[in-house]
């Protein structure tokens, strides 16, 4: 019987001690899994320039890449961020130490492990990232890039509207080819009219028309006699403007290159069909049928 | 011309011109049916045109001439500008071009009916003098389109800016062209 009890005893005692272990073992997974600093959650964005790179191979000209840095989720013990360059987005972990009023993060690309790096950054005074990001392959072309990012908080404004003054030409497909060609084969041939040869930067490229930042395509129901005038640049613009606002990271380098340098745009998603209002849905439509006229006809014998 | 009267085949109301005219399509009853009286019309009276200038033909086949004049000048005056008319007057490019259609489409009617009459009064110096200058501006539909091409190529405007002006440059130079043969004629 006197056996009995103690064995009663030494259960009791026994799971009343497993139970307090759990306990603590479960405070302390709470406690590492509560997010902190949310604060600091949002966008950075700015631009990458690169630092160091392979001497030895030509240097490939490139245009300052928009990086947005989306912190998402810090704990104690683990950062969750996603990382958007030139419209392709990827998730980054990694964990954040804290030193005086500056955080310092360490965070990693993966499923890549090519093309993929590091980022080391501090955040001061919650608002600026300063870092680089350095490649895991070494042989690569360019091995570290810095970046100084500013936080930018993302909201959908459909009011938002290009600057106006700015010029909007695309770099990214010259229109005459052929005769830029035949012009370098005669500049060869005769060196001494070299600069006369040069031709102004709207006849060799399309540049957009002023009605790209005075029609706004997410608030007003766009009809067909607004958009008649128009060329193709410009009606691709104004469509692309409606996902812009919302945040659609471009992943076309043409498109990119009118947006990347917008100071309201932050790009954050890569789908945003559901966000589209109805208004947005119409005109994107109405865009696209116009595109597509001028495509099939502006230079076109025809109507 | 051919090429472009096909992509209208079958009917539809939302193909090549049309898909920049859907707001006249819902909004201005028989649009459509203006529209493609037009087109399916004009057609036939190019063709036919380009066959009445053949002296060889007038002198052997008088019959086959006279048949396919027919053919011009009804399908003008009765298909092609009326409607053209109405079209013109809904053009795009806004006033200016809408004035030129609407004058084109005036003169058209006007000249192909003087020169169907003047032929019924056997006057065959002006029938002669009428249906060249019908032609002139039958002829515009190849020449607008020409004049477009080359305005494009040459300066990327706007797409209604260049409307405006092949507006006029379709059918007027051609006018010119063909009064200055008829003075020249009329000088000899």
Request: proline share 3%.
């Amino acid at each position: 019987m006197k056996n009995l009890l103690y064995l009663f005893v030494a259960v009791l005692l026994f799971s009343c001690n497993s139970k307090e272990k759990k306990d603590t073992k479960k405070s302390h997974l709470l406690a590492e899994n509560k997010e902190i600093r949310t604060y600091l959650y949002g966008s950075f964005v700015g631009y990458s320039m690169i630092e160091e790179r392979d001497t030895t191979k030509p240097m490939i000209e490139e245009n300052a890449a928009t990086i947005n840095i989306l912190i998402k989720r810090i704990t104690e013990s683990e950062v969750i961020a996603q990382r958007i360059i030139d419209g392709k987005s990827k998730p980054i972990k990694g964990q954040m130490r804290k030193t005086g009023n500056t955080f310092y993060f360490t965070l990693k690309e993966t499923g890549d492990p090519k093309n993929d790096g590091v980022f080391n950054f501090e955040i001061q005074k919650d608002t600026t990232l300063v870092g680089t990001w350095t490649a895991n392959d070494p042989t690569r072309g360019v091995t570290k890039r810095k970046f100084i990012l500013r936080k930018r908080e993302f909201k959908y404004d459909p009011n938002l509207m290009l600057p106006e003054g700015d010029m909007y030409i695309d770099y990214e497909n010259p229109k005459k080819v052929e005769a830029e060609e035949q012009e370098q084969e005669e500049t060869e041939k005769d060196s001494i009219s070299d600069e006369e040869d040069y031709e102004s930067p709207s006849e060799l490229f399309r540049a957009a028309s002023g009605a790209i930042t005075t029609i706004n395509s997410s608030t007003t129901k766009l009809n067909e006699s607004q958009l008649k005038n128009l060329k193709k640049l410009d009606l691709e613009i104004l469509r692309n403007t409606i996902f812009a606002r919302h945040g659609y990271a471009f992943k076309s380098s043409t498109v990119r290159q009118f947006f990347d340098f917008v100071p309201w745009y932050v790009p954050i998603s890569e789908n945003v069909d559901a966000q589209l209002s109805e208004t947005e849905k119409q005109n994107i439509a109405l865009l696209k049928r116009f595109e597509k006229y001028a495509e099939d006809n502006y230079d076109s014998f025809g109507r | 011309m051919i090429q472009i009267t096909w992509q209208y085949i079958p009917f539809r109301n939302d193909v090549a011109f049309l898909q920049i005219k859907q707001t006249e399509i819902s909004e201005i009853p028989f649009y459509l049916v203006f529209f493609y009286t037009h087109v399916y019309s004009a057609i036939f009276v190019l063709l036919a045109g380009f066959t009445q200038f053949n002296s060889r033909l007038l002198k052997n086949q008088p019959v086959v001439h006279r048949n396919i004049g027919k053919l011009y000048v009804f399908t003008i005056l009765f298909l092609s500008a009326p409607s053209g008319l109405f079209i013109g007057v809904f053009a795009n490019g806004g006033f200016y071009s809408k004035i030129s259609f609407v004058t084109l489409s005036i003169l058209w009617f006007y000249f192909t009916l003087k020169g169907f009459l003047t032929i019924k009064n056997k006057n065959i110096a002006l029938h002669k003098a009428f249906m060249y200058r019908s032609f002139a501006l039958t002829f515009s539909a190849v020449t607008l389109r020409f004049w477009k091409v080359i305005l494009v190529y040459l300066f990327q405007p706007s797409p209604m800016d260049v409307y405006q002006i092949i507006a006029w440059l379709g059918w007027v130079p051609n006018l010119l062209i063909v009064e200055y043969y008829l003075y020249n004629q009329s000088k000899k």
